[in-house]
């Protein structure tokens, strides 16, 4: 490549960096607002409330079940009694977890849809990615409440040690798709010919 390839190469590929950058702000916001928009929505007392929405599209509701149920399965697979409700965990015995909105992941979830739609992919390569980080944060998740709950009942003088568990999770789930789509990314990547 000469002079003149290598500054057009490089204005082509910065071009691409800043669209990879605004689109992923983009679609990050999109995301992460719009949850909490129709968290806004599906929650009784607050402003957008909508009865019809709540009743027949309350997809948070479902993420907080879909994450109690085996959370409570492998809590009972060590020999604890545990019984929840739709956003609480009782560990008899031991702790009792409210899973609240924060506790479904979806921030990071968000942050790994914008990335992969945001990153020039092929749409094969895109959804694989976004189903294989979304199972893995969604099995994460899980293994963090049972966790929780685990800890707890064996150590329940440890209780008031662990009010950051929330940071912990994301700070390893962030590492975890970190790595996950630095491996992604270098599979996508043409390498550049000189």
């Known amino acids: 490549m000469n002079d003149i390839q290598i500054k057009q190469a490089k204005k082509q590929a910065d071009r691409k960096a800043v669209k990879f950058i605004v689109c992923l702000f983009v679609l990050y916001i999109l995301f992460s607002q719009g949850n909490l928009w129709m968290n806004s929505i599906m929650s009784p007392g607050s402003r957008f409330y909508n009865l019809f929405i709540a009743e027949h599209f309350d997809y948070i509701q479902g993420l907080k079940t879909a994450l109690i149920i085996p959370a409570v399965w492998i809590i009972k697979a060590f020999g604890f009694y545990a019984i929840y409700n739709e956003q609480d965990v009782m560990v008899v015995s031991g702790p009792l977890l409210r899973i609240n909105y924060s506790c479904l992941g979806l921030g990071v979830m968000s942050f790994l849809a914008a990335f992969v739609f945001a990153f020039p992919a092929s749409w094969k ?3 694989k990615m976004l189903i294989i980080g979304l199972i893995c944060i969604y099995l994460l998740n899980i293994f963090r409440i049972a966790g929780l709950g685990l800890l ?22 962030y590492i975890i798709i970190f ?3 630095y491996i992604w990314i270098r599979k996508n990547t043409k390498p550049i010919s000189k």
């Open 125 to 127: 390569e895109t959804i």
């Open 152 to 173: 707890f009942g064996f150590f329940q003088s440890q209780r008031q040690y662990f009010e950051y568990h929330h940071e912990i999770f994301n700070i390893l789930v």
């Open 179 to 181: 790595v996950m789509l």
